[in-house]
């Protein structure tokens, strides 16, 4: 709708890097209550639950103000970290769910440089958090240093919390042949396990307007 189009303009910057700025974060969660990015939880749940237990231990990264945690909760899984850079972020989703799902635990976690201790998790699930690393890359096929740099940091971090058999569930817009190269820089292997189509509400990359599309976006299962 005309009305959506313009909520949706309001949104989206002019510079796509800013996405990677902790300070565009925060202003945007003190005004936006929830978004989800890439496809919903019904389009992924059955590999999802594929890959984990009812017991384990998960960290969500970069988790913002969407409704995986929630969504996941809800299936039964309860052992949840759910972790975001941004201060306001975590004190809001803290308080939106503390009654319906209180064994969440929501903290304010840098994924470039974790807190925990090595081995501490079963899965890690990244939900485009990566893709937010990635938005003034360059050539795709030749990612600039900066942007190697900080995926390399969140590969490390993630594989270095992981315990031993632990799997990492990268939810990504990228295809897969452009991450798969980053993936295996530091993990052991990489398994793209489905590309799953959704129509939304998206934005020209080109020209960075808003636009209903048919999202191909990916789950690439490493461990």
């Given at each position: 709708?005309?009305?959506?189009?313009?909520?949706?303009?309001?949104?989206?910057?002019?510079?796509?890097?800013?996405?990677?700025?902790?300070?565009?974060?925060?202003?945007?969660?003190?005004?936006?209550?929830?978004?989800?990015?890439?496809?919903?939880?019904?389009?992924?749940?059955?590999?999802?639950?594929?890959?984990?237990?009812?017991?384990?231990?998960?960290?969500?990264?970069?988790?913002?103000?969407?409704?995986?945690?929630?969504?996941?909760?809800?299936d039964g899984?309860?052992?949840?970290?759910?972790?975001?850079?941004?201060?306001?972020?975590?004190?809001?989703?803290?308080?939106?769910?503390?009654?319906?799902?209180?064994?969440?635990?929501?903290?304010?976690?840098?994924?470039?440089?974790?807190?925990?201790?090595?081995?501490?998790?079963?899965?890690?699930?990244?939900?485009?958090?990566?893709?937010?690393?990635?938005v003034d890359e360059g050539d795709p096929w030749h990612p600039n240093e900066r942007t190697k740099r900080d995926v390399d940091r969140m590969l490390s971090e993630a594989s270095r919390v992981l315990k031993p058999g632990g799997k990492l569930l990268s939810i990504s817009f990228g295809q897969p042949h452009f991450r798969k190269r980053l993936l295996l820089r530091r993990m052991t292997r990489t398994m793209m396990t489905r590309r799953m189509t959704t129509k939304t509400m998206g934005q020209s990359t080109k020209t960075a307007t808003p636009c209903p599309r048919f999202s191909r976006d990916y789950i690439i299962v490493c461990w």
């Open positions: 709708t005309k009305e959506r189009n313009r909520l949706m303009s309001a949104k989206i910057p002019s510079d796509n890097s800013v996405y990677k700025q902790k300070e565009y974060w925060e202003k945007r969660f003190e005004a936006e209550e929830e978004y989800d990015w890439l496809a919903d939880y019904s389009a992924f749940r059955d590999l999802l639950r594929r890959n984990l237990t009812a017991d384990a231990r998960v960290l969500l990264v970069g988790c913002g103000n969407s409704t995986l945690s929630a969504d996941l909760y809800d899984y309860r052992n949840l970290v759910s972790t975001d850079f941004s201060k306001v972020c975590i004190e809001r989703m803290r308080a939106m769910h503390a009654k319906a799902r209180p064994e969440i635990a929501w903290e304010v976690q840098d994924m470039l440089d974790l807190s925990y201790e090595d081995a501490s998790f079963d899965v890690v699930i990244d939900k485009a958090a990566m893709d937010a690393l990635m």
